[in-house]
């Protein structure tokens, strides 16, 4: 079967030993697991619990809007399409998309489609990641959290956004995985 990708003998080859939170703030938690590998070798393995979260593309016609603010991890202010969570367990990947869009862009979707789902870092986080598209768009009033204080909404060109994607000016991985996803949809 040439291009087709099988896995196989699909199994668990991690056992978890023990498990004990080392740090836990409102949007994440930190934990180290004591873990067994089935060569026999013991081992530590750190993990970041984090809630779901929803990025969303906000469309309009040859035009997609996106959000710009400072990323204090890499102390850079970067573009990305409107992304994030509530911290909350249970929350619909709709509502959350819906809210999230509104709180960082003012943006109202009169229709969202979703996309798929991913996670984000499953290297080390276990926080999945809800894809959709919003389109007929309306503006409102947004509501920043307190973090967001200095998001600025940038209304941009497909075809240029796209070169920014190409050149590295939108490093954001998420931003570039869920537009992979909105091409291939795109497709079909």
Known sequence: MSGTVRLYNFRMSIKTLGTREV???RWIRV???????????????G???????AIIIPLDGDHVYLVE????????????FPQGGWETRDV???VLARGELKEETGLIADRMQ??????????YANQKMHIFVAT????SDKTPDPEEHDLQLHRIPIAEFETMLRDGRIPDVCTIAAWGMYLLASKQ
């Open 23 to 25: 740090y836990r703030n």
């Open 114 to 123: 979703f996309l798929g789902t991913s996670y984000v870092a499953y290297g």
């Open 136 to 139: 007929g768009l309306t503006h």
């Open 47 to 53: 993990v970041v619990d984090k809630e779901d979260c």
């Open 69 to 80: 603010q400072f990323r204090y991890t890499v102390q850079q202010r970067l573009l990305e």
């Open 92 to 94: 619909e990947p709709e």
């Open 31 to 45: 934990r180290e697991d004591r873990i067994l590998r089935d060569n026999g070798v013991e081992g530590i393995y």
